[in-house]
């Protein structure tokens, strides 16, 4: 269904009826009315409360039917029972959006649950949109539109900018505007989805990405509720060119069980759910701090091409703090050229030259110096942010005015640099800073992490290219075995180690002499998914005695630990060379569909949760990116004298599966090829285990 | 030497002169007079400068020898050339310490390095020490002393409190001064080091460990200058129950230069620095932001004996974000006892009471249910700290009062726990809370970091137990080759593979029907001591012809690489079956002596750098604890289904090569032992590698 006339009713209302309005300033249908007032908001406000004529001074009416007009979007401030009755009026009416704030919905459990389904179809019928119920509302700071309660309001109203935030969680929205306020940011928009009966958190950002007013969007969320919608306004944002910040949290297991408590629905896996927002160009983040910090260096809209970073300094001590910073998050600080040192060097002797810039104190005093310093990072060092640490005398008063007309001009020279200045102070003087232009921090090492953020805005990720799956895979009609696993993979080119499935001892060493010692046997069952867990897997077989031996000794094992199995035979399989192990895996997210996972085996995923994710499918250049991204990834490389391994033929298997995963559709509850071995000439799955959901019941077979 | 009545005089004097007085205030012989006048100096200034009578309203005397009395401290703010004469005069007069702002000493180069060690060497022979060359100085809140020219004190006057500062750095000393000063936190002193000539940095941290005005210690460093004596600075720290934060820069490259540059020495490692102050007790930091948050947390002197972490909220997606966060970095937030949970829930039918504990927005309009859920968490959570995320709500001028008189009996009531609000709003209204002892942070996962680190510091590190190392060992007079360097490790009991040296392909051949095939061959030359690097090893030979081929081919190996190396034959060795490959070494740290690294072999070290560093000697338990310390332990302790290996075989290995390290004296560069195979019964060092250092000439061999 298509929002932007509906959302745009909701969210910048001309008129706006307020259902259940009282004169009491506290309460939950006074307040918002108290607040637009206060802010002058420059649209209607039609009060509707059966018992008042005026209510804060506004004509009130007495019911929505009265209505002098159709209004563009209704607050809902009655209780649960009379909200059907509500939005049944309203869409009489002709309104078409309401916020809901009344509570008593799916939050209260199971009764609530039916009771907002029941009411989601009624508004459906009428042709009303709902934000909520048990939502803390919206704000529109640019046209003094208040539709919350909040009392964040109480110690002042939002600046306006060009923040928007989008929540999950009213309280916490709430709370990122009032930082915002308290660090002097400027919001556009707050939109807190509460209970998401209708209208998501993914509506919101998508509508942020189209609205002029936002230049970033902040959005805090628990849970996934429609991830197409999310994907789709992820991809709107970065077509825009604005900048996501996203705090997901529910990570940990307390966490996920708060979650699950507070928004009654379920947390995706956190992992995949950063891998595949981060695939759509949101920037993940785990704190408000950070996400306060990086909307701040971002707001100014200055993206510069160039990922580097020159810093000025007054303090030795600071630049290497610095320093160490940038290294540790992966931003350049390459030196100046040499001719500019050596400038630098004539003017001030004793400086550092390099980067950091260390100016020295000298230039507490003497604030050409820093413009000097300054200018020649720009200019020589091509950097494309400058972080200059002043500390307090930025702050001081008797200096903040020199130091703001030094670096004035060059603010205006450079218009697509970031410039950013450490320093404390009063909130007045440095204030001054941020109105030309010039941000400032307290931290140094929070500086440098926000303009890292925004210098890697430059070049988001491109769109995934995602090749044709081509025809729907046939399925076997239940779970195939490792050898007709094997066999489906290496129709789709994903190759496997040569082998034979044999019915018994004798097949095992003719096999064994056709394929050439030293091989290994496995046994082969459809019942027996994890068989090195149970022992029914021999390596390094070097002739015939071993493999009858191996052979007796797998089947005794089969018997002892899954009695009831169906026993197919045996895998015999020629012994790799030595390789790197790697694990490569699809499995189908309930959020987001087949995802991929790729990962040095063994340790790697286990202890350190190195790997890497991707939405299915995906071709081999991206399958390339996603295997070196990993931490581990210089082991393929040729780490330690070994040598590399067939990155190409590593890349294209990945890719494959992905698009296997993609045409085999939703009875394919997931692969594993565990392990892969990577050779320098190849790539082969030693493993392959595939498993199907059963029927009509998709994620029911996961393990 | 004994520095205690010196120090004191230097930073706590009861009458101080200042060489170079200025009526300038704006200069560095003036500032410092200005600011005692303003601050109430409770000691006697006494001016020095020949050219006045009196210098900003104070007698002035024309030379040093002219002083009334003998000055417990000088401020020397007079050209480096005059610097000699002035220290000269000062010792006639019986002044025992000085703080030498001049610059223009080592800082600058060679000469300046050499004019340095001159005004030393005078400064000793009259009995005067020295704080500096080039230090921006000293402050003593309490005393309102100022031998500083900072101009840090034009904003303000620090405010009085328990934080000491002591910073090798003049202008970051007084960037974390003035942090502290503008967050409201209270100092007692500031220490600035400079170019650390004669006091540095650890005398600073001494003297604050036994200040009984300083109850917990900041420290800048890039540079350790004296190990021992900073080592000695920590311990006393410790025993006095003060924390010390260290912000050791010049970690990165870029740093590290930079380091290098700003103060004339060299900067150590830093994984061995962050290690061994880590050993002694300090916690090692990154950020000045996090330096303060720590600071302020634990100056209240409060440290809570349970390391729990009990959440109150009025925003579910506040708890979910805290969670997280605690999760991330350790701390446990166990749930609430489910009687006391039951009871929360007749109290308020709609909350979440396990842990976070949401008292939701009711608690907005009702602090009863803030202070019930709140006692609930003490009472019967026996959390050691308490985080309430209030948010905006707190700094509600409206709430604030109420809020503050709903907590202030059980922070009386609970003095032993931690208690702090996640809150915004202004300075002034929160500074009430700030002053009834409950800690204010804005941001929700600082306070979960500042809380967990003050709750860590109830069990600091226990000092390191230390075996006697016994007598000195006799290292032979060359670099032994790898049979020598076995034989002598296992008189110290470190065991390696069974294996024989021979001297050709028959001995070879013999050997290994003597030991049991399969085996292993590797060449023994003291000239090659990496034999893998140039393929002179072979694993895995099974028969008396594979031996007699390997052979061949790594004499062939050597005499094409290292064509003058030595050859002592071939050692033949057993192949060991497969366990888990670790390292361990121990080389001379130029700051901290000899100091012993595990890890897990290959990637773990050289991908992650997941070691474990100490200084040797230490015991087996000290060993456990190490190799328990890093990341991947879990595979040691037998994950993904192998067995464990034998832990206290390993760590009576570690602990005993800390022992060779210590008996071995410093012509020992190094011992690398790599692998180590770590087996479920027993450890034995696949290879061992001694390195030791040219004669006279420590360290030069080091690789």
Chains 1, 2 share one sequence.
Not at 495 to 502: H, Y
Not at 525 to 548: E, F, G, Q, Y
Not at 619 to 632: F, N, P, V
Request: hydrophobic share 45%; proline share 7%.
């Amino acid at each position: 269904m298509t929002l932007p006339s509906t959302m745009a009713g909701l969210i910048a209302p001309r008129a706006v009826a307020v259902i259940g309005a009282s004169d009491d300033v506290t309460r939950i249908g006074g307040r918002p009315i108290a607040a637009m007032l206060r802010a002058g908001f420059k649209g209607r406000i039609l009060p509707v409360n059966p018992k008042r004529d005026i209510v804060q001074g506004l004509t009130c009416y007495p019911d929505i039917d009265a209505l002098p007009e159709a209004p563009d979007a209704a607050l809902i401030a009655v209780p649960a029972a009379l909200v059907p009755e509500t939005i049944e009026a309203l869409g009489r009416r002709g309104c078409k959006a309401a916020t809901l704030f009344s509570a008593g919905f799916a939050e209260t459990g199971d009764e609530g649950d039916q009771a907002q389904r029941d009411m989601l179809a009624l508004a459906r019928r009428v042709g009303v949109r709902l934000l909520g119920p048990n939502t803390l509302g919206i704000y529109n700071v640019g046209i003094g539109y208040y539709g919350t309660f909040s009392s964040s309001l109480d110690t002042g109203l939002p600046i306006a900018g060009s923040i928007g935030i989008a929540s999950q969680s009213g309280a916490f929205g709430a709370h990122l505007g009032a930082l915002a306020r308290d660090r002097g940011l400027g919001c556009s928009v707050l939109i807190t989805t509460g209970n998401e009966a209708d209208i998501t958190v993914s509506d919101a950002i998508r509508w942020m990405a189209e609205d002029d007013g936002t230049r970033v969007i902040c959005a805090y969320m628990e849970a996934v509720n429609d991830a197409p919608a999310l994907l789709d306004a992820l991809d709107a944002a970065r077509a825009a060119g604005k900048p996501v910040l996203v705090l997901k949290s529910g990570r940990s297991e307390v966490g996920a069980r708060a979650a699950a408590s507070h928004t009654a629905s379920l947390t995706g896996d956190a992992v995949v759910a950063d891998a595949v927002l981060g695939e759509h160009g949101a920037i993940m983040l785990r704190d408000p701090q950070s996400m306060m910090d990086i909307a701040y260096a971002a707001s100014g809209g200055v993206r510069p091409s160039r990922r580097s970073l020159g810093v000025i300094t007054v303090s030795g001590g600071a630049g290497i703090v610095i320093s160490d910073e940038a290294e540790r998050i992966g931003l350049p600080m390459p030196a100046l050229p040499d001719a500019a040192q050596a400038r630098l060097k004539q003017v001030l002797p004793y400086c550092a030259p390099a980067n950091p810039l260390d100016c020295t104190a000298q230039a507490l005093n003497d604030p050409s110096l820093l413009e000097t310093f300054t200018r020649t990072a720009l200019e020589d060092g091509g950097y494309g942010a400058i972080l200059c640490f002043l500390t307090y005398v930025a702050g001081s008063p008797a200096m903040s005015d020199r130091i703001l007309q030094a670096i004035l001009p060059l603010r205006r020279a450079y218009p697509d640099r970031l410039i950013a200045f450490c320093a404390l102070g009063p909130p007045e003087v440095l204030r001054r800073y941020d109105q030309a232009g010039i941000l400032v921090f307290d931290d140094p090492c929070r500086a440098t992490r926000a303009l890292d953020a925004v210098l890697r805005m430059a070049e988001p990720p491109a769109p995934t290219s995602r090749p044709d799956p081509g025809p729907a895979i046939a399925l076997p009609a239940t779970t195939p075995d490792e050898a007709a696993s094997k066999a489906l993979l290496s129709e789709f080119g994903i190759a496997s180690t040569p082998e034979r499935a044999v019915a018994d001892a004798d097949g095992a060493v003719r096999a064994a002499e056709h394929l050439g010692y030293p091989v290994v046997l496995k046994i082969l069952s459809p019942d027996i998914l994890h068989k090195s867990d149970i022992s029914a897997v021999r390596l390094n077989l070097h002739d015939p005695d071993a493999v009858r031996q191996a052979h007796a000794e797998i089947q005794q094992a089969a018997a002892t630990h899954v009695p009831d199995a169906r026993i197919n035979g045996v895998l015999v399989a020629r012994q790799m060379p030595q390789g790197v192990e790697c694990l490569m895996g699809v499995h189908r997210d309930p959020n987001f569909g087949p995802v991929a996972v790729f990962g040095l085996g063994g340790i790697f995923v286990e202890l350190l949760n190195d790997v890497a994710v991707r939405t299915c499918p995906f071709d081999a250049q991206t399958a390339r990116q996603m295997i070196l991204s990993i931490r581990g990834a210089a082991i393929l490389q040729g780490a330690r004298g070994q040598p590399p391994v067939d990155l190409d033929a590593l890349s294209r298997m990945l890719s494959r599966l992905s698009v296997f995963a993609a045409a085999a559709g939703p009875r394919l509850a997931s692969v594993d090829l565990n392990p892969v071995l990577a050779l320098p000439d190849g790539a082969f799955a030693l493993d392959a285990v595939i498993e199907l959901t059963q029927d009509g019941e998709p994620d029911a077979d996961r393990s």
